[in-house]
């Protein structure tokens, strides 16, 4: 695997339902980042994270749940979203929180709440 | 007003073309501007980014920043039905937190 890889690449949940969202980067970066991409409406910054920790909450409701077990990996926990937060989620890394401006990113998570 | 404003199109041009993609600010603060391209699908590829004002070019993409007018450009010279895509602009006021364009959707037609 190269670069940034997202899975599952689709997803559809319920309002109940509690699901995972995960984001693996083979490119020995140490900072991550999580966006969403709705429909007609820019990107948008959600959490960032450098040397696993939380450095950036952009706002995000409580439902959304970010965890960084190691500077390889992240994953997007969720539960009891609603139908607005349908959406392409997105992952990216760049090598530290200071070259924010050189991000990669993943294929994204295609969101689907009903 | 929007920080960032990009018209999202469809721009459509026939191949070898000069593709011409804008982007207007209203923020003066912003200092690294940047352009991604996205195919269908996908999730954003970088293309190129500034610092400040001036030009940058590589192979067969110039992106000029003109920071009096808050403007940016990207320019994409003989254009070839792979430069299909939707092109965003995003730019930093020196922190992490980017702001985007909608996005300008491309086609390049053989």
């Known amino acids: 695997e190269t670069g940034v890889t997202q899975t599952p690449r689709h997803l559809v949940m319920g309002m109940t339902n509690k699901k995972s969202l995960k984001c693996e980067q083979h490119l020995g970066h140490n900072a991550m980042y999580w966006y969403k991409q709705s429909a007609k409406k820019p990107l948008e910054l959600m959490f960032v994270?450098?040397?696993?920790?939380?450095?950036e909450n952009n706002s995000v409701p409580s439902r959304f749940s970010p965890e960084c077990p190691n500077s390889s990996h992240l994953f997007l926990h969720l539960h009891t979203l609603q139908p607005e937060d349908s959406a392409l989620y997105l992952c990216?890394?760049?090598?530290?929180?200071?070259?924010?401006?050189?991000?990669?990113f993943g294929p994204g998570t295609r969101l689907t709440v009903t | 007003q929007k920080e960032v404003e990009q018209d999202p199109g469809p721009l459509s041009v026939p191949e070898g073309a000069i593709v011409s993609l804008n982007c207007t600010y209203s923020n003066s603060a912003f200092q690294y501007f940047m352009w991604y391209r996205q195919y269908s699908r996908k999730g954003p590829e970088l293309l190129m980014y500034t610092y400040s004002s001036g030009n940058k070019e590589d192979g067969r993409f110039t992106a000029q920043v003109d920071k009096s007018s808050k403007y940016i450009s990207l320019f994409i010279r003989d254009s070839q039905p792979s430069d299909s895509a939707t092109y965003l602009c995003a730019m930093y006021r020196g922190s992490y937190i980017p702001t985007f364009g909608r996005g300008t959707s491309l086609i390049v037609h053989p």
């Open positions: 994270y450098s040397l696993e920790e939380r450095v």
């Open positions: 990216a890394s760049s090598q530290d929180q200071d070259s924010y401006y050189e991000q990669y």
